[in-house]
Nanobody, 117 residues
Framework: QVQLVESGGSLVQTGGSLRLSCAVS????????VGWFRQAPGKQRELVAS???????SVVDSVKGRFTISRDYAKSTVYLQMNSLKPEDTAVYYC???????????WGQGTQVTVSS
């Protein structure tokens, strides 16, 4: 059974940094695409960064140059490094896994990121 567990969310001031972790078990990272999503109150969940099973990464324009996604095979963990945080980055952040050829079907429980102004 594939499980994803997020950690690293916190309260941080504008301009600060956080690193979120997504620990993956039950599957090897090279068999999964992993995405970081976020959902702010009253807004739809959006994909902010992803890494394919082959290692290609992408981030949404609103976080480009500030957020970086990476993965560590040895630790079976995917990271989201977030720099220059803004109040509009405040949200619950989720990581999700997609087996090759499938949509995101495995979800973590989420971790809260709050950026104070």
């Amino acid at each position: 059974q594939v499980q994803l567990v997020e950690s690293g969310g916190s309260l941080v001031q504008t301009g600060g940094s956080l690193r979120l972790s997504c620990a993956v078990s039950g599957s090897i990272l090279s068999a999964l695409a992993v995405g970081w999503f976020r959902q702010a109150p009253g807004k739809q969940r959006e994909l902010v960064a992803s890494v394919t099973s082959f290692g290609s990464t992408s981030v949404v324009d609103s976080v480009k140059g500030r957020f970086t996604i990476s993965r560590d095979y040895a630790k079976s963990t995917v990271y989201l490094q977030m720099n220059s945080l803004k109040p509009e980055d405040t949200a619950v952040y989720y990581c999700a896994g997609a087996p090759r050829g499938r949509s995101y079907v495995y979800w973590g429980q989420g971790t809260q990121v709050t950026v104070s102004s």
